[in-house]
């Protein structure tokens, strides 16, 4: 709890120091598939686990700016679904069983606009997990994700999509021998509103 208290300090902080800049919202829902990767190489005769679907909803603060490089950070609610698989046994039961993983991520990204409709976006996120009741590694830690994308703006509403790449816990705050960490990709949709 401490931990979620202090990004809602940092995203206080965030908003009110661009405040001035007619600053944009975005509300947003994703959907990715995801799938637990190793930072090293696989380990021989490990189970695997394949990805059943992913989902995520939040917001999205981007600050406006007379540049085209400007900050995109925010506060998003991940779920991650996917099938785990054991090391072949000829005595073990070989049916997958099905795992959840819940994340809250905050990006802090640097969103470049070209040719007024389209973006790039992409950099860090600080990933914490909140359930752990599944045999993946602990994925709070450090990431990084990008993205391509569209938006279009009408009066003080703007619609985006935005396909994206990222890769959870890079750096864990846990570390371990052989580090597991998430991949997903997908894309994300938002609606927004500049105050």
Excluded: C
């Excluded at 709890?1 to 919202?25: R, Y």
């Excluded at 054991?86 to 470049?112: C, H, I, Q, R, W």
């Excluded at 003080?156 to 960490?181: C, E, G, I, Y």
């Amino acid at each position: 709890m401490k931990n979620f208290s202090i990004i809602l300090a940092f995203l206080f902080v965030s908003v009110n120091s661009f405040g001035q800049n007619k600053d944009k919202f975005f509300v947003t829902y994703g959907i990715s598939t995801a799938f637990p990767a190793y930072n090293s190489s696989d380990i021989a005769g490990g189970g695997s686990f394949d990805g059943t679907g992913s989902f995520s909803f939040g917001f999205r603060y981007i600050g406006k700016s007379k540049r085209p490089v400007t900050l995109e950070t925010g506060l998003e609610y991940s779920s991650h679904k996917y099938d785990r698989s054991p090391a072949f046994n000829p005595g073990l039961d070989m049916t997958p069983k099905s795992e959840k993983l819940k994340m809250l991520s905050v990006p802090v990204y640097a969103n470049v606009t070209f040719f007024k409709y389209l973006f790039v976006n992409g950099g860090g996120l600080i990933d914490f997990e909140i359930n752990k009741h599944n045999t993946v590694q602990k994925q709070s830690g450090i990431g990084f994700g990008f993205g391509l994308g569209g938006k279009y703006d009408f009066k003080k509403w703007s619609v985006m999509v935005n396909p994206f790449l990222q890769r959870h816990a890079f750096f864990a705050f846990d570390k371990t021998a052989t580090r597991q960490s998430l991949l997903n990709s997908g894309f994300r949709i938002g609606l927004g509103y500049s105050l």
